[in-house]
Structure formats: structure tokens, C-alpha cells
């Protein structure tokens, strides 16, 4: 028996929304979670912005919640400063070195990128406290071992172990200063942010080696006053 043509053509699948990737859904649900918060934020807008079905969205994440920590994650993992780009900046000298590593630190946490995640991060981290954690984990802890490694290499002596995580923790408080009034509308200039780094990398940096030297006058009042910034930041960050 002859087949008919009609059996012999497979069978026309009817058109319907073209199917996203899961890294777009998740980018056009960051902007609605960065714009509104999450909870302003409903899962329809998020199917309507993407242009997906809701059973879509909930068969991959199952609720809200669940879609706004995998959007997040994927933004901080993103947007974090790799490690070997901080190391690839340490030339010979050492303030230098402190000083592009400022540069970079600075310039990734005030991108838009950056201060949406920090406005973001500290909104919703009392809600879910391990949103900011896997940001602290991911993002501040390599920074910051990286950065003990690096004065504990280079200034020796008793900068070492809990001294120089101490250091490294004041170091990046002092650097990204700027980013906690830009987080509040407070904007400064690029002239005035490169006045910031080099004021803190001198501060730091000759701080350190006093009280590395064992002057324990002035070096003992910058240690201080590095402590004090650092927890006074820390408690705003809290706040915010």
C-alpha cells in the first residue's frame, strides 16, 4: 500500500513563545528584583517581562524565592573581581601595587552593577542572611586572603597570620569607602575618588610599615583609627 504524503510529513509543531535560556530569564528577573524589591516584585511581571509561561518559571524554580536566589547568585558570581586580576596588578613597588588594586576594588563595587548589588544585598540580607553571606563568601573572603598573602609576603615581620587579615579587612574598608555614600545618592567625581585611594593606600601603607618598624606612636593611632573605619563601615553597611 502506498503511503499518502500526508503520513509521510512529520507533524507541524504549533508556534507558541520561544523558549529563553535560563541565564536570560534570570537577567530579566535581576532587573525587576534590582527595580522593585523582591517583594514588589511578582512572578507574573517576571513571565511577562521574559515572555515565558508561568508553569515554565515555576517548573524550574518552583517559587519566588527560589528564582530570586539563583538571579542573585548568578549576578554576584558575575560581577566579583577574580583574584588573578588583583594579583596580575602587584608590580615591584608596593604602593603601586596597593594603588591599582584600589582602582580595581573601587571601580567594581561603584558600577551600576555594583551599587544595585549592594543596595540589593543589604535590603533583602535580613530577610535571608545567606544572601549576604554567599556575597561574603564568594566576593570579600578571596579578596581578603588575597590581600593577606600579599602584606604578609611583602611587609614581613610581624604582619602575619589574624595581623595581617586585620590589615587586609582595613585595607578594602578604607578603598571602598565611596561606595556606602554612593549607595545612599551621594556621588563624588573621578578626581575626588582617585584622591580617596591614594589617601587611604598612604594612610595604610605607612601605617603598616611604622608599626612594622616597631614605632609605636603614630602607627599605634593609625591601627586605631584602621580599626575604627573598619567597624564603623561595617555597622553603616548593617543599617543600610
Not at 500500500?1 to 535560563?22: D, K
Not at 538571579?71 to 608590580?91: C, D, M, S, T, Y
Not at 582595613?170 to 589617601?199: E, M, N, Q, Y
Request: hydrophobic share 45%.
Amino acid at each position: 500500500m502506498e503511503q499518502t504524503v500526508s503520513t509521510l510529513e512529520p507533524a507541524r509543531r504549533r508556534p507558541g513563545r520561544p523558549s529563553l535560556s535560563n541565564e536570560q530569564l534570570l537577567d530579566h528577573a535581576l532587573d525587576l528584583f534590582l527595580e522593585q524589591g523582591f517583594e514588589r516584585t511578582s512572578i507574573e511581571a517576571i513571565c511577562a517581562a521574559a515572555g515565558m509561561a508561568k508553569r515554565t518559571v515555576y517548573a524550574r524554580y518552583g517559587d519566588k524565592e527560589s528564582l530570586f536566589r539563583a538571579a542573585l547568585q548568578r549576578a554576584i558570581e558575575e560581577w566579583i573581581v577574580p583574584v588573578e586580576r588583583l594579583r596580575a596588578a602587584e608590580v615591584d613597588d608596593l604602593e603601586q601595587s596597593l594603588l591599582a588594586i584600589g582602582e580595581i576594588l573601587l571601580a567594581n563595587i561603584m558600577s551600576p552593577a555594583g551599587l544595585r548589588l549592594l543596595r540589593l544585598t543589604n535590603a533583602e540580607s535580613g530577610r535571608s542572611p545567606e544572601i549576604g553571606a554567599y556575597n561574603v563568601q564568594q566576593g570579600t573572603e578571596p579578596t581578603i586572603a588575597f590581600l593577606a598573602e600579599l602584606f604578609a609576603r611583602r611587609l614581613g615581620g610581624a604582619m602575619q597570620g589574624p595581623e595581617a587579615r586585620d590589615a587586609a579587612e582595613g585595607f578594602l574598608h578604607l578603598v571602598t569607602g565611596p561606595a556606602i555614600d554612593a549607595a545612599w545618592g551621594v556621588t563624588r567625581g573621578k578626581a575626588a575618588l582617585a584622591r580617596h585611594i591614594r589617601s587611604s593606600v598612604r594612610l595604610f601603607l605607612h601605617g603598616a610599615l611604622a608599626g612594622n618598624d616597631g614605632d609605636s606612636g603614630d602607627a599605634a593611632r593609625l591601627r586605631k583609627l584602621l580599626a575604627e573605619t573598619a567597624s564603623a563601615l561595617e555597622d553603616v553597611r548593617q543599617r543600610l
